[in-house]
């Protein structure tokens, strides 16, 4: 299969080093922005556009959006609707529960998304989990290291995905391309991390990374989650959300506060119950990714595949930055109004 290319579906606010009227950047400033040696700040975002059926849509020219920003309207100065290079991070689960056709279909799936997916330019890390991250392998545009590093990953232990996926943000920022994305495979809940929920909140929408999810659901009994704890270890300071915003995700030890057919669960020893689709969800949906939840291993070859034509069909939209220096949640909002298209691009981000 030829890498992707195209138009549309993804979307995401990405700090970039695009030039503005041809003059290159100073440097990076938070917020979602770049700042330009004209003294300029662009706001980037990355936008995926569908039809009623679900289809990408594609011959979108500038004028055909309009973005806001707290509900201001914005000048749309930069646009692109061709396929960029990606810096793409991978999180794989090898947890206990992934052993067997689980792993080897991961495999295979990944396999097909790094040789006939990806694009020649396109660089990729790997991250896998179980009791803790570890870091496979840095960036790297060997597809054969890649695919001899998963022909090695063995599932075992619980799951620590929270902190796999605080740990693989950061490095995601890094890529040498303007596009940066992040995909998880996981087919379990979260059973060993420590980091606060609220801490990897703030890491995600601090980032330009787009965040995706890949949730193998099985046929264990949903179990009943009781009242949860504090976190253990709480973010220092408050952290601004969007309105009637919070999170869902369980907190760091949850797992015995699950409650099952049998009785609560100890601590870290069980990874073999429904995966938390609220919880991923809540990790890729700011970001202007997505999660998809599949109920067999075998359909992961076509959800990767579903991901990878989706990176590759994407608009980009840049418009300067209104200069918020507040520390404070800032929504974006991308529409097409001509055409019943659903727009998916990145909620917001957290300036200065």
């Given at each position: 299969m030829k890498p992707f290319?195209?138009?549309?579906?993804?979307?995401?606010?990405?700090?970039?080093?695009?030039?503005?009227?041809?003059?290159?950047?100073?440097?990076?400033?938070?917020?979602?922005?770049?700042?330009?040696?004209?003294?300029?700040e662009l706001i980037n975002v990355t936008a995926t556009v569908s039809d009623a059926a679900g289809r990408f849509v594609a011959g979108l020219k500038m004028e055909d959006f309009v973005v806001y920003d707290d509900e201001a309207r914005q000048t749309v100065t930069h646009f692109e609707a061709e396929r960029v290079p990606v810096s793409l991070g991978i999180v794989l689960d090898t947890s206990g529960s992934m052993e067997g056709d689980k792993i080897r279909a991961a495999r295979s799936a990944l396999d097909r998304f790094l040789f006939d997916l990806l694009g020649k330019d396109d660089e990729v890390f790997l991250y896998t989990f179980s009791d803790q991250p570890h870091l496979v392998e840095r960036w790297t545009d060997n597809r054969q290291r890649l695919s001899a590093a998963l022909r090695r990953a063995a599932p075992n232990g619980g799951t620590a995905m929270y902190d796999a996926v605080a740990a693989a943000v950061p490095l995601a920022e890094t890529g040498r391309h303007r596009k940066k994305a992040l995909l998880i495979i996981s087919d379990g809940n979260d059973t060993s991390s420590h980091i606060a929920t609220v801490q990897l909140d703030r890491i995600i929408r601090e980032s330009e990374v787009l965040v995706y999810a890949i949730g193998i659901d099985g046929d264990e009994p949903v179990l009943r989650r009781v009242p949860l704890p504090p976190p253990r270890r709480p973010f220092p300071g408050p952290v601004p959300f969007p309105p009637g915003g919070g999170r869902r995700w369980p907190q760091p030890g949850f797992l015995s506060q699950i409650q099952g057919p049998f009785g609560r669960f100890p601590g870290s020893s069980r990874n073999d119950y429904r995966v938390n689709v609220a919880a991923l969800r809540d990790m890729t949906d700011d970001s202007g990714g997505r999660t998809e939840v599949i109920r067999d291993a075998r359909d992961l070859a076509?959800?990767?595949?579903?991901?990878?034509?989706?990176?590759?069909?994407?608009?980009?939209?840049?418009?300067?930055?209104?200069?918020?220096?507040?520390?404070?949640?800032?929504?974006?909002?991308?529409?097409?109004?001509?055409?019943?298209?659903?727009?998916?691009?990145?909620?917001g981000y957290l300036a200065g």
């Open positions: 290319h195209g138009v549309a579906v993804l979307a995401g606010v990405l700090i970039t080093a695009s030039t503005l009227g041809g003059q290159q950047p100073d440097e990076p400033v938070q917020g979602g922005a770049f700042r330009f040696k004209s003294g300029v076509p959800a990767t595949t579903g991901i990878a034509d989706e990176l590759s069909r994407q608009y980009y939209l840049g418009y300067p930055s209104p200069g918020h220096d507040d520390q404070k949640w800032h929504t974006i909002r991308v529409e097409v109004p001509k055409g019943t298209y659903r727009v998916r691009a990145r909620r």
